[in-house]
């Protein structure tokens, strides 16, 4: 069922979320930010009411056929509509949110970057070890119930202190519309059936291709094709090589600290090299431990072909007293190379991926940010659908040095061409700011009112009067030079 969710969400991913970044385009920030969070917390709540019903109805493949696949499809969609709200609150906030923020500020936009990429990669270590701690000291039920009511309880906090972010900047209030918006719409109305979607899904790739940072994004992308990484096709491998579960843990944790290293590394880099450096550092200490575990692949594996297969009858596994993947014997030289190489991936990524996702941030007109990043979030799934595939067509463990192979030419090759767009352009990026058609939210203190100002919003100009500056608009302002007079 796990691995249904995944990959099942993951498709889903690459087919829809360039929709949902148009559609969060077009509606008021407090609206959609509002609607996703429902939508994620109540999905998940539900999904653990059903796992709880499963468990006190003992409901099992062997005992119920038919019932059991009912439960796992409503489980597996509302895991699917969870992650779809998930990427849609993400993009929310770390494409659009974060950006009216720092408003055109670069350092601050690094550490708040930093800074969420930190707190989200301390989560990510956190969430299994409490998960575990609650499955062991609780029976499988309560821990499922406790999750649901998390997710409801958890909904009132999260809205109300984004509520509280939005009320204290009134930036956030004022949002523009894709000039193209009412085009479309008339397009729509003219166009019925598979046309208008093929023609809406070409749209969404032209606005991402037209944008001066779409060739990193595919660079961001391919960095989702790999095997390396503490997934568990990985863990599986390595435990069928002699490394022991503790020691896996141990690889993981260490894993994680590089990646909040990263992190920490990523700010200074910014005021040093800039944005577009810092990726470049990144890109090069990402290659060079993916080239440690490329080494692995030319040593020799014959120690694989002594793998025991386990015996599964009836859903059970052999012997009850010993895992059929945990091999005893020595840790060879490959699998020393592939530990070090996933455990150290990760400092290089998260400079990598921040670099990049910054890029984005400065270079994407407002109206755009969440359809950009919905096609971005598109492309990313379908790589990381791809190397799914990959998995289940290559799933023999001598077939793994492939997939690694795989995984190096495509990373490699992700860091190679960011390197190209960083010598040929030296990282810089056209920064957008606000202009054309706005929508007002206009509920910044009490209510959830929203409004539309159809009216452009001028670009406001600077006019010197003595020591001050005094913000006017253009349409309105008056030259008082005395040697022009008024104009």
Request: negative net charge; charged residues 15%; contains cysteine.
């Amino acid at each position: 069922a796990v691995v249904s969710t995944q990959s099942t969400g993951t498709l889903f991913g690459t087919c829809l979320a360039g929709a949902i970044g148009r559609k969060v385009d077009s509606l008021p920030r407090l609206v959609t930010m509002r609607t996703a969070l429902v939508i994620q917390n109540s999905s998940v709540a539900a999904a653990a009411i059903l796992i709880v019903i499963a468990f006190e109805m003992d409901i099992t493949y062997y005992c119920n056929e038919t019932l059991f696949f009912v439960f796992m499809t409503l489980v597996t969609l509302l895991g699917i509509v969870s992650t779809l709200s998930s990427s849609a609150t993400k993009m929310i906030i770390e494409r659009d949110w974060i950006v009216v923020l720092a408003k055109q500020d670069t350092d601050l936009l690094s550490k708040i970057n930093a800074m969420m990429r930190r707190i989200d990669q301390v989560c990510l270590l956190l969430a299994p070890i409490l998960a575990g701690a609650f499955m062991t000291g609780l029976n499988t039920t309560w821990a499922a119930g406790l999750i649901a009511v998390w997710n409801i309880v958890s909904f009132f906090f999260e809205y109300s202190l984004l509520r509280t972010v939005y009320s204290r900047v009134p930036e956030l209030a004022v949002k523009a519309v894709p000039e193209e918006k009412k085009e479309e719409e008339e397009a729509t109305r003219k166009s019925r059936g598979l046309g208008a979607v093929i023609s809406f899904y070409v749209g969404n790739v032209k606005i991402f291709l037209s944008q001066d940072v779409a060739l990193i994004g595919f660079c961001l992308s391919l960095v989702y094709l790999t095997v390396l990484g503490f997934s568990s096709i990985t863990t599986g491998y390595l435990r069928l090589n002699g490394v022991k579960d503790i020691y896996v843990g141990i690889a993981m944790a260490v894993g994680a600290v590089f990646g909040v290293l990263g992190t920490l590394c990523y700010t200074p880099l910014t005021k040093r090299f800039g944005v577009g450096g810092a990726g470049a550092v990144g890109a090069v200490t990402l290659a060079i431990s993916y080239g440690v575990c490329l080494a692995s692949v030319f040593f020799n594996k014959d120690h694989l072909d002594n793998i025991p297969i386990p015996d599964v009858q009836d859903g059970q596994c052999g012997d009850d007293t010993e895992d059929p993947l945990e091999v005893s014997g020595p840790i060879v030289t490959p699998t020393i190379l592939v530990i070090v190489g996933i455990t150290t991936i990760r400092f290089g990524l998260w400079i990598f991926d921040l670099a990049i996702s910054q890029s984005f941030q400065l270079s994407v007109p407002e109206q755009h940010r969440n359809t950009v990043g919905g096609v971005q979030t598109s492309f990313n799934s379908f790589f990381d659908f791809t190397y799914i595939l990959l998995t289940v067509f290559l799933s023999d463990p001598k077939q793994f040095d492939i997939l690694i192979v795989v995984s190096c030419i495509a990373c490699i090759g992700s860091c190679v061409l960011y390197l190209g767009w960083f010598a040929r352009t030296g990282g810089l990026v056209k920064s957008h700011t606000q202009e054309g058609t706005v929508t007002t939210n206009q509920a910044a203190k009490d209510d959830d009112v929203e409004t539309e100002d159809v009216a452009p919003r001028p670009a406001p100009i600077d006019v010197e009067i003595g020591q001050k500056d005094v913000i006017t608009n253009p349409v309105n302002a008056k030259s008082t030079d005395p040697k022009n007079g008024d104009v």
